[in-house]
Structure formats: C-alpha cells, structure tokens
C-alpha cells in the first residue's frame, strides 16, 4: 500500500523582481508575514519562506536578518537577539523551544509561490 502523498496549493505571493539575491523581503499572506529568501547559486533551493516573526521579541524583524552557515547549514540570524534559524526548517539553533514556522516556496516563471 502506498503512502498517502501530500497535496500542496501553490499561491503567488510576490514576482522574482520583488525579491533581492542573498537577502530577505517580506510579504503579507492572509494576515501574516513571512520572510522570503532568495539564494540563487546556493547548494539546495534558491527560495525559503519563514515565518516573520521572532519568537523571542515577538517583532517582525526575521526578513531583515542576516544569512549564513552554521555548522554546516544555512541559516538567518535574527537582528535583535541573534539567535540562528535554520532556513531548511525553521528551528533554532540555540534555543530548541524557538521554532519558525515554515512554508514550501519556489519560482515559477517569474511568479514566487508558497504552499
């Protein structure tokens, strides 16, 4: 038997020339931020959407976070406190309690796209 696949609704939620390369933009879905970075070149997706908000501040400041590796793995530094979050998953490095949330994002065309 096989296992149940997990069915995705695609949205648009900004275009490609919104976006800025090694960086973070955000855009408003339903009521909710959510960070968009775009890492075109990097090993893994070129696109991770992430919640906006920080846990630890409760401020909308995740998108202006600065990207980078730690311990192997790409993430964003949150610019009040610092603490890391991975872009693949959206929990923290020093704080496991500290989770963003997450949504699949691709381009399609010049359409960006979540689910």
């Known amino acids: 038997m096989n296992a149940p696949v997990p069915s995705f609704s695609w949205r648009p939620v900004c275009m490609r020339q919104d976006l800025v390369a090694q960086s973070g933009v955000v855009v408003r ?3 909710e931020q959510i960070a968009l970075f775009y890492l075109p070149g990097a090993d893994g997706p070129d696109l991770y959407a ?8 409760g401020a909308n400041v995740i998108g202006r976070g600065l990207i980078g590796h730690l311990g192997g793995e790409l993430v964003v530094a949150s610019p009040l406190y610092k603490q890391h979050f991975r872009l693949a998953d959206g929990s923290c490095v020093q704080y496991p309690e500290q989770r963003l949330r997450t949504w699949q994002a691709r381009l399609n065309g010049d359409a960006v796209e979540i689910a």
């Open 29 to 31: 879905v339903d009521g």
């Open 50 to 57: 992430l919640e906006n908000r920080d846990p630890k501040s």
